[in-house]
């Protein structure tokens, strides 16, 4: 089993921000394989499904996005699934607008909710893949920054990148992250 974690708040004020393109990106693949039974359970909505003949898990935690570790924690102690099979997607601002960087491992950055998956799981060692918000405007405030909605022409290059996230997710399964890596890295 794979689980695919994307970050973000919840509630319809955060929806399509900068900082939800990791449930963006979860509601992309639920939608494309027809995943529709997401049900609240350990601190998310989740629902299990098959993508590309392998079982996938779609998570969202709903605990606010400083909390995800919360409900990772909660997941992955229940399915005791390796964390090598774990892809959390979420935003990055120090990525351009539209760009995705995939890794196999690594630190938290300046990412709260990566910085709280790191604490509660003490693992570094699961695959991510950021979406690039582009950086905040001189003089705004980071955390206003994150919550606001994209232009209309960044809405644009996000669409495709969250289309490009998705596709990553699934070469990882089907093939391997090296793979996705080579193909959808930004």
């Not at 794979?2 to 399509?16: D, Q, T, V």
């Not at 690594?106 to 709280?116: E, F, L």
């Not at 209309?152 to 996705?180: F, G, L, W």
């Amino acid at each position: 089993m794979f689980i695919f974690a994307g970050l973000g708040n919840m509630g319809p004020k955060y929806e399509r921000t900068r900082h939800n393109v990791g449930f963006d990106t979860i509601d992309y693949l639920a939608a494309l394989y027809r995943i529709n039974n997401f049900k609240s359970k350990h601190k998310s909505l989740m629902a299990e499904g098959i993508i590309q003949g392998q079982k996938a898990l779609l998570v969202k935690p709903q605990t606010y996005m400083n909390n995800s570790g919360e409900a990772i924690r909660q997941i992955m102690d229940y399915y005791k699934v390796p964390y090598e099979n774990l892809v959390v997607i979420y935003d990055d601002v120090d990525l351009d607008v539209g760009h995705i960087r995939i890794r196999a491992k690594g630190g938290a950055g300046t990412h709260n909710g990566m910085r709280s998956i790191i604490s509660h799981t003490k693992t570094e060692n699961f695959p991510r893949i950021r979406i690039g918000i582009g950086k905040a405007p001189e003089r705004m405030d980071l955390a206003d920054y994150v919550l606001s909605r994209f232009s209309d022409e960044e809405r644009k290059q996000v669409n495709i990148a969250v289309e490009n996230a998705a596709k990553a997710a699934v070469t990882i399964i089907c093939a391997s992250i090296e793979i996705a890596m080579s193909k959808y890295n930004t």
